[in-house]
């Protein structure tokens, strides 16, 4: 079920972003995902628009727009591969018109995933955060979607 998100999430959601990040991001040292908890917290959760999807009242996932930036899609590394990321990212479709993210380079599977939903790359970039590159990519939704 995908509800809309409550501050009574905030620690699952936490926890799912973390785990996910960890996990899908192995070239970008543990510590640093640890590190942005607090501004994660205090700062990204609270200015998106966040939906998140449960299971029998358990958080498995999330997805966080701001303006017409997808900002976040996680689900738990323990609930991927059910189609659960596809079914939050259609919902920030609903959301808006036109979608804009920033994906690692590095991030083959992300990349392959917003790829088949219909993104396309419109940039190339270093993170000023991390150093590392990444992609822009942009969605657009079209008369019949």
Known sequence: MIRPY???DTDAVL???LDASIR???FIPEAFWRE?????RDMYLPLAETRV?????RVLGFVSVHEARLAALFVSPQAQGRGLGRQLLDEAKRMRPTLELSVY????RAIA???AAGFSTIAESLDPVTGQPELTMRWQLTLGE
């Open 6 to 8: 409550h501050p009574s």
């Open 15 to 17: 926890n799912v972003w």
């Open 24 to 26: 899908a991001h192995h």
């Open 36 to 40: 942005q908890l607090g501004a994660m």
């Open 53 to 57: 999807t449960e299971e029998h009242g």
């Open 105 to 108: 380079s590095a991030n083959a």
């Open 113 to 115: 995933f917003y790829e």
